[in-house]
């Protein structure tokens, strides 16, 4: 797919708001060759469905070059800024609710991207826009959590506890709560990191939550306390977030959390303990195409010692081809499926692998479509068979 205007020009405005005006030879500031200028109309709409709209306006804003931007989609860029700071400042209003009824209970809890991202690593908490808010819980707490929240008015709307704690290792390990009364503030509660309906069954077990725990460390987040994953396990914990199967670095702004997330710690990451600890959880193939990626649309300064460590000693004919779709400007949801079956060593393990894929357990089936209360119907198969092979036609197209 050739690279647009439009996307050269959003790339760098992301990620080298400060060399913008270094395309524009000769010119005076304030002036757009027409040979060099975008159609902000589809520059502004492809933004929006990368999820990077508020990041251009930042930018934009901070490297004042708004005399470029033609006045109409300035305001559209500023109307998406706004809309996100007016909603995540209402979800830090509810959030600091929670984390205190947390905090006077005792128990921990662990903010995971979204808010912690938008406040904690963000230069702006307007960029970063947000579906829900993240929490990882220790599971032996998630009896005690589901008391507290339904206490102030929050139901769980995909399962329920007593189901979702028996939900096999490697799929769903999350429910998502939400309030009775209208509120910004949906919750999803996690007891793992790894939440797919795609079977991660071969590394899932290999991760060691409790050492994510034991590295965290205490920090503000929505004027209360609460804990954050140390930065290298932030980082492998986005590459894999990235890399699952429903997003395969779908959108920018998946790429913008892991650059802005080494930007924010990059004088105190251990890159070492990065591809260490990437293999320690079997996640170092999530990790080396995560920062390949990152490195290749920002020219982030990520080591390339790290970068070769982590590289797999058998990279597969599909793994390839998956990297070749994301260096060419092709992020297509349900293309990292290739590295996870890659994952899977040996015939059978593959075939059994994909047949999981189509046919997963029929509580991950129902939590993942919200019918906890629901029979189980084999229409839900059948759903599921035509939306992966929905998938697969975009990716082979």
Known sequence: MAWTTEDKFILKLLFHPEKVKSILPDQEAGTM????????????????????????FYNIAKHHLEDLVPRESYRNLSNHYYANLKRNMSII?????????????????????GIALAELVYPSIGMRGMSDVDILVKKEDLFTVDKHLSSHGYTSADSTVTKA?????????????????????????????????????????????????????????????ALMLRPEHLI????EHALRVGHSFDRLILICDIFFSIKAFENIIDWDFVSEESRRFGLSRFVYYGLSIVKHYTSLGIPDECIA??????????????????????????????IYLAMNRGLFAKLGFIIRTFFPPAQILQQRQYRKNAEFSNSLYLFRIGEIFSQLKKILK
């Not at 902000?40 to 469905?49: G, I």
């Not at 793992?192 to 034991?214: C, G, Q």
């Not at 793994?319 to 400007?329: A, G, P, V």
Request: charged fraction near 25%; include cysteine.
């Open 93 to 113: 209003g509810e959030l600091r609710e929670v984390l205190a009824t947390f905090q006077e209970a005792g128990i921990p809890c662990i903010v995971l991207k």
């Open 309 to 338: 460590k982590l590289r797999p000693p058998d990279i597969s004919p599909g793994e390839k081809y998956f990297l070749k779709l994301q260096l060419n400007n092709r992020r297509i949801r349900g293309s990292s499926y290739f």
């Open 165 to 225: 704690i028996h939900n096999p290792v490697g799929y769903l390990a999350s429910l998502e709560y939400r309030k009775n009364d209208p509120s910004p503030l949906n919750l999803h509660v996690h007891w793992h990191i790894v939440n797919t309906s795609v079977p991660a069954t071969m590394f899932v077990e290999r991760i060691d939550i409790n050492r994510l725990w034991e590295n965290s460390a205490m920090t503000a987040v929505a004027d209360s306390r």
């Open 236 to 239: 492998i914990y986005l590459c």
């Open 33 to 56: 060759p027409p040979e060099h200028a975008p159609d902000w109309t589809r520059l502004v709409e492809k933004a929006r469905q990368e999820g990077v709209s508020a990041v251009l």
